[in-house]
């Protein structure tokens, strides 16, 4: 696993959105913005059973989140894109804390509560992490 730099860390926990990119057995590519946690170096999300993204990783784990931030000044452009395999997390202890760290930063989920049976938890193991904007 990839260890991330404090800096990084930093700038991974204060953001709110990244884009997940995963791909079919067939090399059918989708894209999706995701609310993620970072937890002990690897990235974490929650989705519904149904869902393309979940499809696509249960035929080809590779996956990769960018998580960045824009400015008109091109200058202060700064993210992270981090590739790795996926882990589908569907109960448990992991999954248990992973939910409540995303009903932490997230309040909107108290609303629709991350429950187990009814949604899982997609967990991104950092094989390589590539950045810009960061000095």
């Known amino acids: 696993m990839v260890k991330l730099s404090p800096r990084r860390v930093e700038f991974l926990n204060k953001q709110t ?8 057995s ?8 995701v609310c993620y946690v970072l937890d002990d170096g690897n990235i974490y999300f929650a989705t519904d059973y149904g869902a393309k ?3 696509n990783l249960k035929e080809n784990r590779r ?3 960018i998580i960045d931030q824009y400015f ?5 452009l700064k993210g992270i894109l981090i590739q790795g395999e ?13 939910r ?6 997230y309040p909107q989920y108290m609303d629709m509560p991350i429950k187990e049976e009814e949604c899982l938890i997609v967990k991104i ?8 904007g960061f000095k």
């Open 72 to 76: 008109e000044d091109w200058s202060k």
């Open 125 to 132: 193991k950092p094989s390589r992490v590539s950045r810009w």
């Open 63 to 65: 996956i990769s989140i």
């Open 17 to 24: 959105v990244g884009r997940v990119a995963t791909a079919s």
């Open 100 to 105: 409540d760290l995303l009903h932490k930063k």
């Open 26 to 33: 067939k090399g059918e590519l989708h894209v999706v913005p």
């Open 53 to 55: 993204k979940v499809r």
């Open 86 to 98: 996926a882990e589908l997390i569907e109960r448990g202890p992991e999954f248990a804390k992973i």
